[in-house]
């Protein structure tokens, strides 16, 4: 059944929508805009002075070893966090599905990270790792690691994934409890009744029964990975050592607000744009279809 | 195959809610049982605890001569029905009929042997490569039954399996489960709080009230001589009329000052005590016979079912219900003399609900 709201004039509904529109109209339409007309241009970096140069900043980018490094950086940054992040959320999701005590204050408790801004998130965790200062850090250099993400890219990479993993676990649990909770428990049961054992019962039941949570939960994720992390990547390592954690999206920042190439970085901005477009029109492509059955 | 035992089986749930409180009950190789009680009568746990979904928290289940309190519901060789159907909502009718034929390690072509004759019997051959989500309720409980049948269990358990569909496909699927629970000769246990389903399916009918067992026997045991005054109002429709009375002496008892023959009545009675006197609607008849008892009945409306018409008013100031054959009664008829057949009166203890026939 379909319910429909009538509203005899134009003016309530318009009214309604105003605010949405305003924001969405100042704060995403109107800077895209801006980014693309800036890609297209050349600016001094005093800012006095700007050219129209067509796609020489695309054609720049793409000769740039750095914009390669920093693609592969972001994938390998996306994929490890996608992975670990549905992984572990999945296995929390499943074990506080089940009837415990205390279910509540475990299920709140899991939420939790997810309130905390991602610099905040980025500061505690380089508290606890810092080389020198780090709580975690030390008995990690004590048992003969040579810890040092200040220096060592790889290091550097896990801290981030640590962290930025940490962080997104709460959403995606959120969405895998209520995924776990809509299936009926009589499907479950028969499938314990036709003999399968809990395994098989997660593999063959539940699992493709999450499938759509799944799917939207790893774009969800990947989108999350390239645009939001800049705060926990800009708080725990700057982009370094040496670039070595740059992302596209820490790219952008570093080469248009440090770097002072204006231009260049609206180009980067216009592709990363590009991306999440393709991204989200997958996403409504398929959860509206609702993968596998 | 095998027979059912379950002995003093009790279900006692966190914050010692006791949901079924000793029940013991023999269920022969091959019968059908149902279980049929009021919404929260225990009957679904009881159920589900043959299943071994549900833990046990005292007595003991045996099916055929072992006992599985213990014995995960996979090892249990049973297989159920269940009320939403629950069949896998991702995979091919095909693939839910075989999934567990699958999980036991059945060779392909015997998976596929049984499947295709499942299929054939229920009539669901065409549907084979669709999902659950294209079916029609009446298809998808075909299915669900498939799902059962193809594993050849020693148990079958049904769970208000048809309490999703419409009235005239669940009369259909009753006499399909009838059916091919004869042909199959599976032990089936059947749970519902339909009273029609419950006597049109069983050879052995268990009544439940409050975690316990009010009655077992025949449908036609129950309905003609229930042992309680919940299972006389419980099974039947309309159900039974209970009026108040006064035990007049033996085979005697008054309603209302008016005095009617029982047949059936506990000896040493003592005269002057109160009794509850039940009449079926359909028992009684309206006028009056050459030695049959009589009762007074003012009549309020009628209600028309087609072939019978419903006769609603007052007995001694007690609500009223008697069901004619259509034509049988004036519809515009306000009093009624009723004539009552000795056979048909039933007596119940007033304090203890229980029968006060002869012992």
């Excluded at chain 1, 370094?240 to 992302?247: L, S, V």
């Excluded at chain 2, 991702?90 to 042997?113: C, F, Q, W």
């Excluded at chain 2, 089936?188 to 077992?216: C, F, N, P, W």
């Excluded at chain 2, 004619?324 to 007033?350: M, W």
Aim: charged share 20%; with cysteine.
């Amino acid at each position: 059944m379909e319910k429909r709201a009538h509203f005899s004039g134009w003016t309530l509904p318009l009214l309604l929508i105003l605010p949405q529109m305003a924001i969405t109209v100042i704060f995403f339409y109107w800077p895209a805009s801006q980014a693309i007309w800036q890609s297209f241009l050349r600016e001094d970096a005093f800012g006095l002075s700007s050219e129209f140069v067509g796609f020489e900043n695309y054609l720049a980018l793409f000769e740039q070893p750095e914009y390669y490094r920093a693609m592969v950086t972001t994938i390998i940054f996306s994929t490890l966090v996608a992975f670990f992040s549905l992984s572990v959320a999945l296995l929390l999701a499943t074990q506080a599905d089940k009837n415990i005590r205390g279910g509540h204050a475990f299920k709140t408790l899991l939420i939790w990270p997810y309130a905390v801004a991602p610099a905040i998130a980025g500061v505690l965790w380089i508290f606890m790792f810092h080389p020198t200062l780090g709580t975690l850090a030390r008995p990690i250099r004590a048992a003969g690691i040579d810890w040092n993400p200040m220096l060592n890219g790889n290091h550097a990479m896990i801290l981030l994934v640590l962290s930025a993993t940490w962080k997104h676990i709460s959403y995606n649990f959120l969405f895998f409890l209520a995924g776990l909770q809509a299936i009926p428990k009589s499907v479950i049961e028969a499938g314990a009744i036709d003999g399968a054992g809990p395994m098989r019962r997660f593999w063959t039941i539940v699992f493709p029964l999450l499938s759509p949570t799944t799917f939207f939960l790893l774009v969800v994720t990947v989108v999350y990975v390239f645009f939001e992390t800049f705060g926990i990547i800009d708080a725990v390592t700057g982009g370094g050592p040496a670039g070595q954690t740059t992302t596209l999206v820490y790219k952008v920042y570093a080469d248009g607000r440090l770097g002072g190439d204006l231009g260049g970085s609206a180009a980067q901005s216009v592709i990363l744009m590009v991306i999440v477009i393709a991204l989200t029109a997958i996403q409504f492509r398929y959860v509206e279809r609702k993968v596998q059955y | 195959m095998a027979g059912v035992t379950l002995d003093t089986v009790r279900k006692i749930y966190a914050g010692n809610v006791e949901a079924v409180k000793g029940v013991s009950l023999g269920i022969e190789d091959g019968s059908f049982c149902v279980l049929v009680g009021p919404s929260g009568c225990g009957k679904s746990t009881l159920l589900r605890m043959i299943a071994g979904l549900e833990t046990i928290s005292g007595g003991e289940i045996k099916i055929g001569n072992r006992v599985v309190n213990q014995v995960e519901p996979a090892d249990r060789d049973i297989a159920m029905v269940f009320q939403n159907y629950a069949l896998y909502p991702h995979m091919s009718v095909y693939d839910n009929m075989a999934y567990g034929l699958r999980n036991r390690k059945t060779p392909k072509d015997e998976i596929e042997k049984r499947v295709k004759e499942a299929a054939r019997i229920l009539a669901i051959e065409p549907f084979l490569d669709r999902k659950p989500r294209a079916l029609s309720g009446g298809q998808r409980q075909r299915v669900a039954m498939g799902r059962a049948i193809v594993r050849k269990p020693q148990v079958f358990l049904f769970d208000e399996p048809l309490s999703n569909l419409d009235a005239k496909l669940r009369v259909q699927m009753r006499v399909e489960i009838k059916r091919l629970q004869k042909a199959l000769g599976v032990t089936s246990i059947y749970v519902t709080h339909d009273q029609v389903e419950a006597m049109t399916l069983s050879d052995k009918l268990v009544v439940m009230s409050g975690g316990q067992i009010e009655q077992v026997g025949s449908p036609s045991e129950v309905y003609r001589r229930p042992e309680t005054r919940f299972v006389a109002t419980f099974i039947g429709s309309p159900p039974m009329n209970i009026l108040p009375g006064k035990v007049e002496g033996p085979g005697r008892v008054s309603v209302g000052g008016q005095v009617i023959a029982v047949t059936d009545m506990r000896e040493g009675l003592t005269p002057g005590s109160s009794i509850e006197v039940g009449l079926r609607p359909e028992d009684v008849q309206a006028g009056s016979a050459p030695g049959a008892s009589s009762l007074a009945m003012e009549v309020d409306f009628v209600e028309e079912l087609g072939a019978t018409q419903l006769f609603h008013g007052k007995v001694a100031g007690t609500d009223f219900v008697v069901q004619a054959s259509t034509g049988q009664i004036g519809a515009d008829t306000r009093k009624l003399t009723l004539s009552i057949d000795p056979g048909n009166v039933h007596l119940f203890d007033p304090q203890s609900t229980k029968r006060l026939g002869r012992v």
